[in-house]
């Protein structure tokens, strides 16, 4: 749920269209001993408008891992591909302390505040946030339509789609 949610914000703004079906696989293979949630899913959605995509929504990073999360969208078409890496805003650092180890340094805009902004500018203006309850609404559909799937295995069709 941590991490489908924003895939899903995003396709469904840069393909302005909504998810009908979805099918899932989840686990917990990466933290069995410390959680007990799942850690790990493939999401494969059908959208509205025939197009298909899949998430990958694990935990699957090291805890080493130089950021928390990673929201990258990676967009295949006929006639190319386009790229979102929403917090590729880094530099890679190496220390000859610890030759082995690396760092992420960020720089540039920090889309968290960016939202926190927009929200509370929309409250100031007294108008409608650019992202809406309806926004969460869908992605929260999906989100339980992917538990859903997974429990019953198999692809689960999104009511109104």
Known sequence: ??????????????LATEIAEVYAEIGNPFYPDEVKVDTAGLVLLTLLNGVHASVDCSWSRPT?????????????????VGVIDSFADHLTVYSKR????????????????????????SIREKREPSVTWQDGYEALRVALAVYESAAEKKAVRLLNS
């Open 98 to 121: 610890a030759l082995r180890d690396a760092s992420w340094v960020g720089f540039g805009a920090d889309p968290n505040l960016a939202m926190l902004e927009e929200f509370v500018a």
């Open 64 to 80: 080493s891992y130089p950021r928390w999360g990673h929201l990258k969208m990676e967009i295949l078409g006929e006639k190319g």
């Open 1 to 14: 749920m941590d991490h489908t949610v924003h895939l899903v914000d995003l396709l469904r703004w840069c």
